[in-house]
Structure formats: C-alpha cells, structure tokens
C-alpha cells in the first residue's frame, strides 16, 4: 500500500517570533509567549508522533529521537506536495492577498493585526497548515503537540490542529475547555479521533480510510463567513484526498453544519461531508477531511486545464497585477487553473476563518473582558472573604478579566487563559 506522503520536514520547528512586524504584543501575549519560552520541549516518541488506527507499514520511522527545535517559521516550499502545489499554493496565497486588500480591506486589516499568539499551529507529520499560513501573511506560532500538557490557552486563540492530532487525554479536555471559553479549534483529517473524543456527539470516523484520490468538492453556502469567496471557477474544486484519510460522519445534523461536500466521497467512502462545523459553548470548531496544505491535484475539465492567469482574472486580477507578480518572481503560468483553484479554496478558509475569529475577539474584549488589573501583580482567592494562597492563580498588570460576581468590595472574575477567583474591586479598572 502507498505509503501516506513523505515526512514534511526533518524539524519540529517552535516559531515565537511572530513572522511579520506587528503592534506590541499585549499583556496576556507577553506572558504566553515568555511562559512557552520557559518550557523544555520534550523529544517526541514514536507513540506521540506515530498516528493510531490501521497503519502502513514503516510509519513508526518518521519519529526520530534526534528532533531537534527551532525558533523559525516554516517555509512555503516545504517537503510535503508536488512542486506544482507548492508553486500553485504560493500563487494563489499572492492572488489572494491583492484581492483582499482591495475588496475586504476591514477583514485583511483584521488579519493583518492578529498577533503571534493569536494562531498556535500544533505541528504535524502529514500536514503543514503553518505553511498556507505563512504564504498569506498569517502570523502564528508553531510548537509540537506534546506542549499542550503544559501550555495555557487564550480564548482569544485559534488553535490549528495538524494530522494526525495525536494529544494526551489531558490535553483533549483542555481542547474542550479551551472552546467552551470561545476559543477556535481547527482540525485536519486523523485530528478527527481528538475531535470525537473532546465533543462526543457531533462528528466521527465512519470506520473507513480513503485510497490516494482527488474528488470534486461542493461548496454549499456561499453567505457562510468561513466560504466568503471561495468559490471562482464554475468547476467544483477538486481536493486531494491522502492514502488512508479519515471520511466525516456526521452524528449530530442539528449541531453540525456541513460546509462542504463531496458526492464522490459519498459514493465511494460512505460519507461525504468534507468541511464542517459547529459551535460549542461560546467557542467554535472547524474539521476537514484531507489537509489544508494540498499536496496534489486532478485536472478533469477544461477550464481547470488552462494557464493560471485564467484563474488570476477569475478571481479579479487585472493584467496589468498579473505582470506585476511576474516581476516579483510569481510566474502565474507556471501552474495550471484547476491547481490554483485548489490551492485558493484551502487559503481562504483559513483566511476566512483567522478574520472572522478577530473580529470576535474584538466584541469579546469590548463586552466581556471589560475591566483590566491595575496592580503589578494580583493572586485570586477561592472566596470573598478568603485570602489568596502561593497556589492561587496569578495575573499581572493589564490583564483583561471578566467581572462574573460582586459582593461588597470583592469582585468574582476570569481572566482569558481560564482562572476564576476573586479580588478587591480597587484592583480593577
């Protein structure tokens, strides 16, 4: 059996320096950030990298005891794909930046002004969200599974859970909890047993594994936030579909929305949701089958078998752009349509997604975290009335906290990595 695809890189790469200049990183974001620092990134094992489930013979050895950590981001041109859809990915994700910042400039601002913690790309073997990310000027941050035990999250995070997802029990509740708090979880292909296990009753494997394939997507609400624009061709995308991919079974229809679809995977594996979501608590989970990062394509109809400047004119790119990304080293003939096509769904998803995610981050903010510590440093108590102790949770100055209770001079809060407990009212402003 083939072998599900090459190892994507020989790094686990830990990315804290966000890969853009931005604003200053807040409060909460300077204490991430220096809190992940501190951590000793363990060696993985092969049971932590190596996916569960029906196995091909010889993936145990992608895990290597000699991995090494790096404070860098990951490249466009990675090692996973056909060099055709690593040009193809670098294109579209340049159509797709002109095309925002003229017709969506508040969602590109938005993007835009997302901080380093703001996305956190737990690293995979079979798929490199990181990269659609770089290529469309997302800053994040990449660290390998095995820190989520010992990381706090943000509600104002969007976690990117790359294939195969494997995490810790311990880890698969702190998922939940992140997005009953608002937080955004995405997810890719195997990370499907982490999303079962974490939301039991909305989706799951449906016991069966996907050949090598490509299938013809079908995008089913175009009003959807995260499917803005997805759309160019009037062919149906076509996605990549890896040697033993999980397809979606839908348990839940009420809860879950099934974004896309594809009645070739139905008719071939049973079931054919392709993107879906719903909402738990205040917080948001997205999974797909297949990867973000598409490695390989098929070209059916003629349209998609044109030169890319077709599709670069689809999407809404004069000539005069087109020639401007030719003397940037972006030669947009050198891939083909149906490729860009491909490519450009999976980046305005997740583009889609980032945006809309910050823009909820702002009414969050404004309503619910609308108070900020004013001391250096401030401990919670378990009670009005008790003090805090040396195990009481810490927040610093300039901390944004959610007011949930009042009695007297003590106030009952939240802050945004979780903890709960009170304070004096005169810590608060």
């Not at 950590?69 to 193809?88: C, H, I, N, P, Q």
């Not at 099934?258 to 392709?274: F, H, P, R």
């Not at 098929?298 to 077709?310: A, F, T, V």
């Amino acid at each position: 059996m083939q072998l599900r695809s090459v190892v994507c890189a020989a790094l686990l790469c830990v990315s804290l320096r966000p890969a853009f200049a931005g604003d200053a990183p807040t409060a909460e974001q300077k204490s991430w950030e220096d809190k992940l620092r501190q951590m000793a990134p363990p060696a993985p094992s092969p049971a932590a990298t190596a996916p569960a489930g029906p196995m091909q013979a010889g993936k145990a050895k992608l895990a290597s005891s000699s991995v090494s950590y790096e404070f860098s981001d990951a490249t466009v041109d990675g090692a996973l794909g056909t060099t055709e859809m690593r040009k193809a990915n670098r294109v579209a994700a340049e159509i797709l930046q002109r095309r925002m910042e003229e017709t969506r400039p508040a969602d590109f601002k938005l993007i835009r002004e997302a901080a380093g913690a703001d996305v956190v790309v737990l690293s995979g073997v079979y798929d490199r969200v990181q990269d659609v990310l770089r290529a469309a000027q997302i800053k994040h941050v990449v660290v390998p599974p095995q820190l989520l035990d010992q990381m706090e999250l943000m509600s104002t995070q969007t976690v990117m859970l790359n294939c195969p997802g494997n995490v810790s029990e311990a880890s698969v509740k702190k998922l939940r909890d992140f997005v009953a708090r608002g937080g955004y979880l995405v997810s890719t292909d195997w990370a499907l047993r982490t999303v079962e296990k974490a939301f039991p009753g909305t989706i799951g494997h449906n016991g069966k594994t996907t050949p090598n394939d490509v299938v013809s997507v079908q995008v089913h609400d175009d009003k959807e936030p995260l499917l803005r624009h997805v759309k160019v061709m009037r062919d149906h995308p076509r996605w990549w579909l890896e040697a033993s991919s999980y397809p979606i079974h839908v348990k839940d229809p009420k809860q879950v929305r099934v974004l896309m679809s594809s009645q070739e995977m139905a008719q071939k594996y049973g079931d054919g949701a392709m993107v879906v979501s719903f909402h738990h608590q205040q917080g948001k989970v997205l999974h797909m089958t297949s990867h973000f990062f598409l490695q390989q394509s098929k070209l059916i109809g003629d349209s998609e078998k044109q030169k890319g400047s077709s599709f670069a004119k689809g999407a809404g790119l004069s000539d005069q752009q087109i020639t401007e990304l030719a003397k940037k080293g972006v030669a947009v003939d050198e891939v083909k349509a149906g490729e860009l096509n491909a490519a450009y769904s999976m980046q305005q998803v997740s583009t889609n997604l980032i945006a809309e995610k910050q823009a909820q981050n702002q009414e969050m903010l404004r309503k619910q975290y609308s108070s900020r510590v004013k001391s250096e440093e401030v401990g919670l108590s378990s009670g009005d009335a008790a003090p805090p102790t040396a195990q009481s949770p810490r927040l610093k100055k300039d901390f944004r906290v959610q007011v949930i209770e009042k009695k007297g001079t003590k106030a009952k809060v939240r802050d945004l990595f979780g903890n709960e407990g009170w304070l004096s009212v005169d810590q608060l402003y």
